[in-house]
């Protein structure tokens, strides 16, 4: 599926049209993150629809979804922008910097610089880089033209052998384990666990997928991720902001509460 993913996003390549700059204020992902006041950070995720589970939202409303998410205490908004596989808009990124105050990761197979100038251009405070996408060496080289446009990037892996190719290159500020192997979409809480060693140590780690419960949130914590990214537990649930407050409350919190 990756493999077909990249080949769509190589054709979609061909006919990109930049859009004019909007004149937004970039907002740190990073800091986000650290200051969240959740047991660990939290990047909400607006998805309408996936490979793995077709359609999730019938009746998608994206501006609203991520003014619950800011509500509930969201550190961060993901915003799947992809619109073959994941029924995702770039448009989608505009409308919502416009409403929210929060960073907003652009969510997508960025495997070339044109996306990265889009991505500048349409107000993402950072950009998601697979490694299982691209070659080190070109991920560095998106990774820095990211941060030369005032963005940051969540560097996502799955596996070590991945992982360990591009700590040849540079230590990224944030690096995303993700939980999904996406050529057969296994989902496996035990990747974090298994690759939260290999993450260098001023790198903040962010678990990603298969996140449902506050158990597997204190479990990813423990492992190591010092923040979590959560697409389907939230699009599914009537009352997304109901269901931030039931997965991410705290212990202390409860017990002060009663
Ligand atoms: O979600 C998929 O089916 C998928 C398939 C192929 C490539 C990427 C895919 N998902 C993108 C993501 O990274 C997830 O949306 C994100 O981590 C949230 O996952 P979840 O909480 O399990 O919805």
Partial sequence: MLDQILQHKRQELDTLELPPYENVERRSLYEALKNSHFPVGLIAEIKKASPSKGVIQENFRPVET?????????????VLTDQRFFQGHRQYISDVKKHVRLPILRKDFIIEEEQVEESARIGADAILLIGEALE??????????????????????????????????FEPVIVGVNNRDLTTFETSLDQTERMASYIPDNSL???????????DILRVKRAGAEAVLIGEALMRHE???????????SEAHERANG
């Fill in 66 to 78: 991520a003014t619950f998410y800011e509500r509930a205490g969201a550190s961060a908004i993901s």
């Fill in 205 to 215: 780690l962010v678990s990603e997928s298969g996140i449902f419960t506050r158990e």
């Fill in 239 to 249: 009352n997304p902001m109901e269901q931030i407050d039931i997965m991410m409350r």
């Fill in 136 to 169: 080190a060496s070109k991920l560095h080289e998106l990774y820095n033209s990211a941060r030369e446009k005032g963005m940051e990037a969540l560097v996502e892996v799955h596996s070590e052998e991945v992982l360990a190719n591009i700590l040849k290159h």
